[in-house]
């Protein structure tokens, strides 16, 4: 028979909850799958497909205000590896960059004390992919050499510097968003500063400009559109025309060239840097919800825009032959191009509220086909883009909208309706390009209308705001080893508790247990524990208690108490024995009373001179196993009575100590015993009550006189022979029952408000709360063994802790988080490759460089087989065997339809090349191989003649199926020209 095992292996790791305000603009989807964002002074990283936290970085001590990815625009190879590096400002303004997959800093930058505005890696392949610029303020842009630290350059300029944005065509040209207009930069070099200072110019506010108020009651807006030309100009406007105050965000479309987005609360306006005017105007209506964020797309003219209640909208740029061919407006003296944007989807809003409210939206760079929206409660919403073909009822049902239809090639080569593709693989395997100026498609063509909605695939919930109370379930034993499960409850302050499964840092369970504020919990067994609340006192000093007893696996509640709770003094504490037999309810002005947790009955309601409690805990020691040798004998007693034979009675014996030991592995709850159990509790004066509980009888066993050394006592801890009590002015007194002796030790900690012992026999590590952090002492040598303390290792402060397991301890504090940390109580973060997650994660940057190299060999080309597999057990790896099994794990995770895709004869290697470079997110590869595979298949078909296929997925009009026009002028001549032609007329 196999030994069962079973994992309790728990790592440290960090919970995070509500973001704060500075942390709106900190957020980053990275090339390499993977969402990155700011929590307090955190960096949270989690994996897009399967919304798991992955990584929680901490090395800022103040709160992260920007993050940004490392791009992915140069050729990898094992001198230049995949991985994974990250970039990420605080308010302070110092910058660190990180190694995520191990999760250490590689490099920490710090220039001015002020918060960074904006930063960026640079993206063009001529320079150093380590080269980071970045917005020092008021006005300072500074070039970082990201691997060293060095500063290689440092500009200022006049005005205050918000953001900049890097043309995508150009990588010399920069633009700045300053307070007063915008900068344009033709000049950047990584090798050296700009020489002057820009060509600066400024933008009226359309909303407060008079001839923006006549276009009211304009009709048309081609004529709107023609007298808002002078919104771009080099002279500075009058008080009233000003400026960019209210503007939001300056970006650069990257799906065509010289055109730039300005976003304003109501109106989107798009630049044509060319002719220096406006050439489109995106407004709400008067009851529409305002823009918060905008994000031009590259593979199609789309943009995914935020607004203020988190909807989510995808507005893509309608068809220049139905602009030319749909108006009905009389003809214009002075024709300019139109860009009108459809509303072709959006999201469902998020409930708004003074403390729930969108921060931030980031969009998939690699397939554009999925946006995350970063709310301030700490919930990342993952809303993927999903195409449908239209029917013919559907069709045209939009008046003025032009249709959308899916694209003639799928990975780059044109495919024929039958053959196997995945539509919402990107943007532009979705939505085919749109027509240029006087051209449509062809009849004959097999293009079909299609759809696009928004589908909410990944949903991460944080920890709601404090205060929070912490309980870990009771330790591993060898008794429940094989049930056990590292389960912290934690009450929060909406009443509510959730329950945290500690080896995945998922949450179990969130149950809704209280109306008002949980102050405490206490496990009384591995699947079920008890909760108490208190509301808010009345003018008396009275509250409604709330005991609830709650079973886990069913997520039933029931009130401990009954109807008692109204009206009456409130709940200080309780605290259930060691055996769970009994619960202590202690007061705060009403008498001691102790509860049978089995059947939840009262046992005593203690008398009204009853001394007030400071502070009580239960004795680990009782007497259950001389109760158990009692039965044990008394049953044997039995049993030799009920036989004759002496064979009869060596059966019966054997068979009867038998069902006495297997009913001795059980639970104590299981057994109808009640054993006696003992109590000790403080009152005003420092005197200590030893009582004992044996059944519904209270005895007063003993008392120790106040220590004079000691304040009032606040807490006790009971452990083996060894007690230690902690007082108001944080003096710790270590008690040595067994050598009767004591020793008092001030921390000057001032209160000692929770000390707990670690679980595990014979481990007397002891950890103590104070209003400024927390220590963990060796009860048996008297002495620290590490020091948190809020202000000078950490920003945050402490509202509980608890123990984890016997060498980790968990911390709940003010910044809405919880850490699970090693006994030194030091922030570390942990390796993404130790993990242990629910579902496996698609991501190759974790494998070593040479691994990640030959799992892309492997899914691009195998020679050696038949047809494609994705079995890699049978390939002769000589370097780890280890590497196979996690080469073989990554290959799992893929999705079922790439897995199709991967498998299908027919899927050429061109198109094989595109899918595995966004596979890896590898930009370079990217954009390589989409440009190869449309020239190569362009030229094959020159030669060889189109295929039947062929011939029934593409029209024969050469320009129908060109090159996207966002490759500017790697497109086919002629369509380049078509399509710039029209700006400029």
């Known amino acids: 028979m196999l030994p069962y095992t079973v994992n309790f292996k728990v790592s440290a790791r960090t919970l995070t909850g509500a973001l704060n305000a500075h942390n709106k603009a900190a957020v980053d989807w990275g090339w390499q799958g993977l969402i990155a964002y700011g929590c307090h002074s955190l960096v949270v990283v989690i994996d897009s497909s399967t919304a798991q936290t992955l990584q929680v970085l901490e090395k800022h001590k103040a709160d992260v205000v920007k993050?940004?990815?490392?791009?992915?625009?140069?050729?990898?190879?094992?001198?230049?590896?995949?991985?994974?590096?990250?970039?990420?400002?605080?308010?302070?303004?110092?910058?660190?960059?990180?190694?995520?997959?191990?999760?250490?800093?590689?490099?920490?930058?710090?220039?001015?004390?002020?918060?960074?505005?904006?930063?960026?890696?640079?993206w063009n392949q001529d320079a150093s992919r380590d080269l980071l610029l970045a917005i020092h303020p008021p006005n300072y842009i500074v070039l970082w050499n990201a691997d060293t630290g060095t500063k290689l350059w440092k500009k200022s300029y006049a005005d205050n510097i918000l953001s900049f944005s890097f043309d995508p065509f150009d990588p010399s040209h920069l633009t700045l968003l300053t307070s007063e207009g915008i900068v344009f930069i033709s000049?950047?070099?990584?090798?050296?500063?700009?020489?002057?200072?820009?060509?600066?110019?400024?933008?009226?506010?359309?909303?407060?400009?008079?001839?923006?108020n006549k276009l009211v009651a304009a009709t048309g807006a081609k004529k709107?559109?023609?007298?808002?030309?002078?919104?771009?100009?080099?002279?500075?406007?009058?008080?009233?025309?000003?400026?960019?105050?209210?503007?939001?965000?300056?970006?650069?479309?990257?799906?065509?060239?010289?055109?730039?987005?300005?976003?304003?609360?109501?109106?989107?306006?798009?630049?044509?840097?060319?002719?220096?005017?406006?050439?489109?105007?995106?407004?709400?209506?008067?009851?529409?919800?305002?823009?918060?964020?905008?994000?031009?797309?590259?593979?199609?003219?789309?943009?995914?825009?935020?607004?203020?209640?988190?909807?989510?909208?995808?507005?893509?740029?309608?068809?220049?032959?139905?602009?030319?061919?749909?108006?009905?407006?009389?003809?214009d003296p002075d024709p300019v191009q139109e860009l009108t944007y459809d509303l072709r989807s959006q999201c469902d809003a998020i409930r708004v509220t003074k403390t729930v409210r969108p921060f931030s939206m980031v969009c998939c760079p690699v397939n554009e086909n999925a946006a995350a929206l970063i709310v301030s409660d700490g919930r990342v919403m993952i809303w993927e883009l999903k195409s449908a073909v239209c029917n013919r009822s559907s069709r045209n049902s939009s008046c003025g909208v032009s249709p959308l239809y899916s694209p003639v090639s799928f990975c780059g080569i044109p495919v024929g309706v039958l053959q196997n593709k995945l539509p919402d693989l990107s943007l532009d395997n979705m939505i085919g390009q749109s027509a240029i100026a006087g051209e449509e498609h062809p009849k004959g063509s097999t293009l079909q209308e299609v759809h696009l909605k928004f589908l909410l695939t990944g949903l991460l919930s944080g920890l709601p705001s404090p205060q929070f109370a912490l309980r870990m379930c009771p330790p591993l034993t060898t008794k429940n080893i094989k049930m056990y499960q590292p389960l912290l409850a934690v009450g929060t302050s909406n009443g509510s508790v959730l329950v945290y499964h500690l080896n995945n840092g998922l949450l179990h369970k969130e149950l809704s247990v209280h109306s008002c504020e949980v102050k405490g919990i206490e496990w009384t067994s591995l699947t079920s524990f008890l909760s108490f609340a208190t509301s808010t006192p009345n003018n008396m000093g009275l509250v409604r208690n709330e005991l609830q007893l709650v079973d886990l696996p069913t997520g039933r509640s029931i009130a401990f108490r009954g109807e008692r709770g109204n009206d009456e003094s409130p709940i200080e504490m309780i605290k259930v024995s060691h055996l769970k037999q009994y619960l202590a309810i202690v007061f705060k002005d009403k008498p001691l009373e102790l509860w049978d947790v089995r059947t939840c009955t009262l046992l005593r309601e203690m008398s009204k001179n009853f001394p007030a409690i400071t502070a009580l805990e239960w004795s680990p020691s009782h007497n259950l196993k001389s109760l158990r040798k009692k039965q044990l004998a008394t049953r044997e007693a039995m049993a030799r009575q009920t036989v004759v034979s002496d064979a009869e009675l060596s059966i019966v014996e054997s068979s009867v100590i038998s069902l006495l030991q297997e009913a001795e592995s059980k639970s104590e709850l299981s057994q109808n015993i009640s054993a006696r159990e003992h109590f000790v509790f403080t009152d005003n004066d420092g005197q200590v009550y030893h009582l004992t509980v044996e059944g519904n009888s209270v005895k007063d066993s003993a008392r120790i006189p106040p220590d004079g050394s000691m304040g009032s006592i606040t807490c006790i801890a009971w452990k083996g022979d060894t007690l230690v009590l902690g007082d108001m002015?944080?003096?710790?007194?270590?008690?040595?029952?067994?050598?009767?002796?004591?020793?008092?030790?001030?921390?000057?900690?001032?209160?000692?408000?929770?000390?707990?012992?670690?679980?595990?026999?014979?481990?007397?590590?002891?950890?103590?709360?104070?209003?400024?952090?927390?220590?963990?002492?060796?009860?048996?040598?008297?002495?620290?063994?590490?020091?948190?303390?809020?202000?000078?290792?950490?920003?945050?402060?402490?509202?509980?802790?608890?123990?984890?397991?016997?060498?980790?301890?968990?911390?709940?504090?003010?910044?809405?988080?919880?850490?699970?940390?090693?006994?030194?109580?030091?922030?570390?973060?942990?390796?993404?490759?130790?993990?242990?997650?629910?579902?496996?994660?698609?991501?190759?940057?974790?494998?070593?460089?040479?691994?990640?190299?030959?799992?892309?060999?492997?899914?691009?080309?195998?020679?050696?087989?038949?047809?494609?597999?994705?079995?890699?057990?049978?390939?002769?790896?000589?370097?780890?065997?280890?590497?196979?099994?996690?080469?073989?794990?990554?290959?799992?995770?893929?999705?079922?339809?790439?897995?199709?895709?991967?498998?299908?004869?027919?899927?050429?290697?061109?198109?094989?090349?595109?899918?595995?470079?966004?596979?890896?997110?590898?930009?370079?590869?990217?954009?390589?191989?989409?440009?190869?595979?449309?020239?190569?298949?362009?030229?094959?078909?020159?030669?060889?003649?189109?295929?039947?296929?062929?011939?029934?997925?593409?029209?024969?009009?050469?320009?129908?199926?060109?090159?996207?026009?966002?490759?500017?002028?790697?497109?086919?001549?002629?369509?380049?020209?078509?399509?710039?032609?029209?700006?400029?007329?």
């Open 729 to 985: 002015d944080g003096n710790l007194n270590f008690w040595d029952l067994k050598g009767r002796v004591s020793r008092g030790i001030p921390t000057h900690r001032s209160w000692v408000k929770k000390i707990r012992f670690a679980p595990g026999k014979g481990n007397q590590k002891l950890i103590a709360m104070y209003n400024d952090g927390a220590e963990v002492w060796d009860t048996k040598e008297v002495q620290m063994v590490s020091s948190l303390r809020s202000g000078r290792n950490v920003t945050f402060r402490i509202l509980d802790v608890d123990w984890c397991t016997s060498d980790k301890v968990i911390l709940a504090s003010d910044d809405g988080c919880i850490r699970v940390l090693e006994m030194s109580m030091k922030s570390t973060c942990f390796r993404m490759d130790e993990q242990e997650l629910i579902e496996p994660v698609w991501c190759p940057y974790l494998l070593v460089p040479r691994a990640s190299l030959a799992l892309k060999a492997f899914l691009l080309h195998q020679p050696w087989n038949g047809k494609y597999s994705l079995d890699i057990s049978h390939i002769d790896y000589p370097e780890n065997e280890e590497i196979k099994i996690l080469l073989q794990e990554q290959l799992n995770s893929l999705s079922n339809d790439i897995k199709k895709l991967l498998l299908d004869p027919e899927f050429t290697l061109l198109q094989r090349c595109l899918l595995v470079s966004r596979l890896y997110g590898d930009e370079s590869e990217l954009h390589f191989w989409t440009v190869a595979a449309h020239y190569l298949h362009s030229l094959s078909q020159a030669k060889s003649g189109s295929t039947t296929a062929t011939k029934e997925a593409t029209p024969r009009d050469k320009l129908s199926n060109p090159l996207d026009i966002c490759y500017d002028v790697l497109c086919e001549n002629a369509y380049f020209q078509s399509f710039f032609v029209i700006f400029l007329l």
């Open 224 to 331: 709107a559109l023609n007298k808002v030309k002078i919104l771009i100009t080099q002279e500075k406007p009058s008080a009233e025309f000003m400026t960019l105050n209210d503007c939001l965000q300056l970006a650069y479309l990257p799906s065509k060239r010289s055109h730039m987005v300005l976003l304003y609360p109501r109106e989107i306006l798009i630049l044509d840097l060319e002719v220096n005017q406006t050439v489109g105007v995106i407004a709400i209506e008067r009851t529409g919800v305002p823009f918060l964020q905008v994000i031009p797309c590259f593979q199609r003219d789309g943009l995914f825009c935020l607004h203020e209640n988190g909807c989510i909208t995808l507005r893509v740029r309608r068809s220049y032959s139905s602009i030319f061919t749909t108006s009905n407006d009389e003809a």
């Open 187 to 212: 000049d950047f070099s990584p090798s050296k500063p700009p020489s002057g200072p820009g060509k600066k110019v400024y933008i009226s506010s359309p909303h407060s400009s008079p001839a923006h």
């Open 67 to 122: 993050v940004k990815w490392a791009r992915e625009n140069y050729h990898h190879d094992v001198g230049s590896p995949y991985c994974l590096r990250l970039a990420s400002a605080d308010v302070s303004g110092k910058m660190v960059v990180w190694d995520v997959a191990a999760g250490v800093a590689q490099c920490e930058i710090q220039e001015h004390a002020k918060p960074i505005q904006d930063v960026q890696w640079l």
